[in-house]
């Protein structure tokens, strides 16, 4: 054991020198400190974007330089305290070529429709919206109604059935979310996890719920403690996410993003595309989690945060608050209408990229370039002590909590542009 | 380091969300157990060496998503599966209602070539939870089942307490063993304990 006051000593000069501790921001609990790695994010001056940064980035009505702020994110990510309000710009809820009052406006109106949502579920289950969750099916696979569970058994409709077949899964993964962090020790706030993915099961019905969106939505319900805000910000989110969860009875919608990224390796890297190959890898199965949610498992909680802001911020489109405004069969296109130079100025580093090529696949996103700078970082062990999969697995597993977040954007903005000028030829 | 693997025996862990799947795993290969366990998205899997007369075996434990919706996987992580374990929760009656799906699933799914002898194993585990008596599928019931589906093994166990997990492991390997063709088995001429440099060896305190 390290003696208190030489670590509180460490951490006064961290705060000296700008570093601070986030252990304030987002506390492990304490039988869990022991086994949980540190983060490696550190808020740096003039690096970070600092809530005195955040504040002065807004005109007086309160139009928002979003040029200045993505570029201060993607030196150095955001600072926790600020984090909540940047992801509502970096993930498209507002516009920030808006005023205070257009904002607060939206943002009532979202509230609002939130909460008419979250009627409609509370009346068919009463669960909802309690502080309570459920654990156990409360509706069987032929939709009849578990004796002693309280529902509304006079929702037969299809729709309403598969909705509460897939609350007590909900409820399952809720109590298994991020259980080092305090923060979901108390009951309400794992209550406030499970009624958001329930209703974001009952309003995109056609994807409804599937494991792993859980892990996407638990920084926002930490981050915004509005739970409507928090919603709207997790349903932004899955905007970009949602196609990785469509299941059919023959595949996986991730699979997409996977085929992608065996099409990037074998153009940046064939040698290695060839080995996994042999390895009958070419499915690169291997790297499901990672896409599905996000790194979350590789990362501490606090660094797949940066990783997110920074990943949001180098995709970022001006035209994205527009675009998710239409309703979500709509949107399902890129961000393709005409930018002018003014315009592109405001996208991030990887957008620009693929707008100046005029890439419009939808489905190379950034995070595909990520897991390729995870494969390219372990390309030498993968080729030399590989023999079959499960050393793919296991070379792999040995990045958990040994990444830097901005090294691996880095390097995936490198392979992307490789891939731009090589697909081309 | 590089040298010719020891012989892999691959075993597929399936059953219901929640019944405890990764915690099972955990515990025979880790001897340990955590609260913290996140859902498991998509597969995982962890090694572990085991002797069983006097030969050294790579035991390779796959740890699968309870949720249907990832069943399409299944073809992908199923393949050359050598036995396959079936879980349920004693104290959840679905959890043992769709262990028949689980198996159907799983031959459909890895079709093996001999499914009529392909070796399962079922295990009810959490009879840690309430002293028992939170139970609603009895031992009786359960060994009912198994006996009609051609014998399968049954282990009760508790993933938590540790209880029965390394005898239903031990007959785990042992039927994984017996569905590997005889032929198919060969050792290398010195055996290297200890030496692969894998992180999960058998070397720990077994009282």
């Known amino acids: ?18 570093a601070e501790d986030l252990g304030d921001f987002y506390p492990i609990r304490p039988d869990c400190l022991a086994d949980t790695p540190k983060p490696r994010f550190k808020p740096r001056a003039g690096k970070t974007l600092s809530e005195r940064r955040w504040n002065a980035a807004f005109s007086e009505d309160g139009h928002l330089d979003i040029e200045k702020v993505l570029r201060r994110i993607q030196r150095g990510g955001v600072h926790p305290a600020i984090k909540g309000s940047v992801w509502e710009f970096v993930l498209g809820c507002f516009d920030p070529n808006s005023t205070y009052e257009e ?3 939206l943002r009532q109106c979202r509230r609002e429709q939130y909460i008419r949502w979250k009627a409609e579920c509370q009346h068919m289950v009463p669960v909802i919206g309690s502080g309570k969750l459920i654990t156990t099916p409360i509706i069987t696979d032929d939709g009849q109604t578990v004796i002693d569970s309280s529902i509304n058994s006079t929702f037969s409709d299809k729709r309403s059935i598969q909705w509460m077949r897939a609350l007590h899964q ?4 809720v109590v298994r979310t991020d259980r080092t962090l305090a923060f979901y020790d108390s009951e309400k706030n794992q209550a406030k996890l499970w009624d958001i993915l329930a209703i974001y099961a009952w309003v995109d019905n056609d994807i409804s719920y599937v494991q792993g969106m859980n892990d996407i939505c638990s920084p926002m319900v930490i981050l915004l403690e509005n739970e409507a805000d928090a919603f ?20 996986m919608g991730v699979q997409t993003q996977l085929s992608t990224l065996s099409q990037v390796i074998k153009t940046v890297d064939p040698k290695l595309h060839q080995h996994l190959e042999a390895l009958d890898g070419g499915e690169y199965l291997f790297a499901f989690r990672m896409l599905m949610v996000l790194f979350r498992r590789e ?14 911020a180098m995709e970022y489109n001006p035209n994205i608050f527009s675009l998710y405004e239409k309703p979500i069969a709509e ?17 991030g580093k990887f957008e620009r990229n693929k707008v100046k090529t005029g890439c419009k696949d939808q489905q190379s996103a950034l995070a595909v370039f990520l897991v390729a700078s995870v494969l390219e970082a372990k390309n030498k062990r993968i080729l030399k002590e590989a023999k079959g999969l499960d050393d793919v697995v296991q070379i792999l597993s040995d990045i958990t909590g040994n990444m830097d977040a901005r090294k691996v954007c880095k390097d995936a903005l ?12 | 380091m590089a040298s010719r693997r020891r012989m892999l025996l691959k075993v597929i862990i399936l059953g219901d969300s929640g019944v405890g799947k990764t915690s099972l795993m955990n515990q025979y290969v880790n001897r340990k157990f955590s609260n913290q366990y996140k859902a498991t998205i998509g597969a995982d899997f962890l090694t572990k060496e085991v002797q069983y007369e006097d030969r050294m075996f790579t035991l390779q434990i796959w740890d699968t998503a309870g949720q249907e919706r990832f069943q399409s996987l299944g073809v992908a992580f199923y393949r050359g599966a050598d036995c396959c374990v079936l879980v349920y929760d004693v104290n959840v009656m679905k959890s043992f209602d769709n262990l028949n799906n689980w198996r159907e699933e799983f031959l459909i799914q890895a079709n093996p070539s001999d499914p009529e002898n392909f070796p399962f ?49 031990q007959c785990i390997a042992k039927n994984a063993l017996k569905n590997e063709p005889e032929e198919e088995i060969y050792l290398p001429d010195t055996i290297d304990v200890g030496g692969g440099g894998r992180q999960q060896m058998s070397t720990g305190c077994e009282c």
């Open chain 2, 121 to 169: 194993v079922v295990l009810g585990n959490k009879i840690d939870v309430d002293g028992g008596n939170s139970r609603v599928v009895s031992e009786k019931k359960a060994k009912a089942w198994c006996a009609a589906k051609g014998n399968i093994p049954y282990f009760e166990t508790s993933a938590k307490e540790g209880f029965n997990v390394d005898a239903a492991f």
């Open chain 1, 299 to 312: 990362f501490t909680f606090a660094d797949s945060l940066y990783l997110w802001e920074l990943m949001w």
């Open chain 1, 1 to 18: 054991m390290v003696g208190r006051g030489g670590l509180t000593g460490i951490v006064n000069i961290m705060k000296r020198t700008g």
């Open chain 1, 414 to 425: 490198k392979i992307h542009k490789k891939y731009l000028s090589k697909a081309k030829k």
């Open chain 1, 170 to 173: 909900i409820g399952l993964d």
């Open chain 1, 232 to 251: 709207w910000c997790f349903e932004r989110a899955m905007r970009r996410l949602r196609e990785n969860f469509r299941c059919s009875a023959s595949s």
């Open chain 1, 331 to 347: 949107s399902d296109k890129s961000a393709e209408s005409v930018l002018n130079n003014k315009l592109l100025k405001q996208c």
């Open chain 1, 103 to 105: 904002r607060d406006q």
